[in-house]
C-alpha cells in the first residue's frame, strides 16, 4: 500500500510564496507521474500541476508562470513552489502518486492520494 505525506501549506497575503512538499511511502516498484490537485468550497477538484518519472511537466493554464513543479525521485518527493499567489488560489491542495506497487508479481497499479492541507491567500 502507497501511502503519501504531504507538508506546507498556511496562511499567505497575496503576491506572497508557499512551498509544498509530498513524500510516497510504503511498497513502491515504480512511480509514473506525481502531481497537486486543489479542491476551493463549492468547487470541484482541479488539476494544479503534475510531473512523470522523466520530469516533463503539465500547469493549469491558471497557475503556469507563477507555480513550479518539481520532482526527487530517489526519495520519491514532489514539490510544489506557489509564488505570486492569488486569493483565488485558496483551497485545500492534494498531493497525487500513480504508478505500480510492490510486494507483489506482476506489480499493481496505484492511485494514491495524500490528506490534503489547507493553503490561504489573504490579507
Known amino acids: 500500500q502507497v501511502q503519501l505525506v504531504e507538508s506546507g501549506g498556511g496562511l499567505v497575503q497575496p503576491g506572497g510564496s508557499l512551498s509544498l512538499s509530498c513524500v510516497a511511502t510504503?511498497?513502491?516498484?515504480?512511480?509514473?507521474?506525481m502531481g497537486w490537485y486543489r479542491q476551493a468550497p463549492g468547487k470541484q477538484r482541479e488539476l494544479v500541476a503534475t510531473?512523470?518519472?522523466?520530469?516533463?511537466?503539465d500547469y493549469a493554464d491558471s497557475v503556469r508562470g507563477r507555480f513550479t513543479i518539481s520532482r526527487d525521485n530517489a526519495q520519491n518527493t514532489v514539490y510544489l513552489q506557489m509564488d505570486s499567489l492569488k486569493p483565488e488560489d485558496t483551497a485545500i491542495y492534494y498531493c497525487?502518486?500513480?504508478?505500480?506497487?510492490?510486494?507483489?508479481?506482476?506489480?499493481?497499479?496505484?492511485?494514491?492520494w495524500g490528506q490534503g492541507t489547507q493553503v490561504t491567500v489573504s490579507s
Open positions: 510504503g511498497s513502491i516498484y515504480s512511480i509514473v507521474a
Open positions: 497525487n502518486s500513480r504508478g505500480y506497487s510492490g510486494g507483489t508479481w506482476p506489480p499493481e497499479v496505484y492511485d494514491a
Open positions: 510531473v512523470n518519472s522523466g520530469h516533463a511537466t
